[in-house]
């Protein structure tokens, strides 16, 4: 019996996770009122931000067993063929400290602006714009990845296939245009500035992001 109950709670849990991320990409706005007014907010963001650094982990490891090379040189001293093996257990950490910096230099420079909202409320939007923007490239590495470690396509051929074609501006083109529109409504949100503020300070938040996410994910 309370297997049953514990198993229907995580299902609701789940819709209602999926629900919020569906939302944060098809209506923003509403969607970041409603996470605002759930008093499990923090806890819906950390499980999207769980869902893709696992997602993320699976690529890696893929790209490993694949024996993908990292490219550009990545900035850890990791031997090039054992880089995804050891990035696949630094998934979870990456992206949490890239969602918590950024949270909180978006917050902090909101303050700069007479931002009104509190630093739980940004780390849950923020949280929630990170991982439905990461989505429009982590379905399509998970996708390839798994083409490319089952056989069912080469990686030679996946890579000729990827690397500078109108697919891989498609999903890359994607992910920037939601992270430049998430991340200022998700401060607009929060801090109940003006919209060009909003847009600065969530510039700086995308900034942050990238820039630490690049120094260890190829």
Excluded at 52 to 76: R, T
Aim: hydrophobic share 55%.
């Amino acid at each position: 019996m309370v297997y049953i109950e514990h198993t229907s709670r995580l299902r609701t849990f789940m819709r209602i996770l999926f629900a919020y991320l569906l939302g944060t990409i098809f209506h923003p706005i509403t969607t970041f009122g409603k996470l605002l007014a759930d008093r499990q907010r923090l806890r819906y963001a950390w499980s999207a931000i769980l869902l893709i650094s696992v997602g993320y982990a699976l690529v890696d490891a893929a790209l490993f067993v694949a024996g993908h090379a990292p490219n550009p040189e990545p900035f850890l001293r990791i031997p090039t063929e054992q880089y995804y093996f050891w990035l696949q257990f630094m998934s979870l950490a990456l992206y949490m400290t890239c969602w918590i910096l950024a949270s909180a230099s978006m917050h902090l420079l909101s303050k700069v602006f007479h931002g009104q909202g509190s630093f739980e409320d940004t780390l849950a939007v923020v949280g929630l714009a990170t991982a439905a923007a990461t989505l429009s490239t982590l379905i399509p590495d998970l996708i390839t990845s798994f083409l490319g470690v089952t056989g069912i396509v080469e990686q030679k051929v996946l890579d000729q296939f990827l690397w500078g074609t109108a697919y891989q501006w498609f999903y890359l083109g994607l992910y920037t245009l939601l992270f430049v529109v998430l991340y200022p409504l998700a401060v607009k949100a929060v801090q109940k500035i003006q919209v060009w503020q909003a847009v600065l300070v969530g510039v700086f938040g995308i900034f942050v992001y990238t820039s630490i996410l690049f120094l260890f994910n190829r």
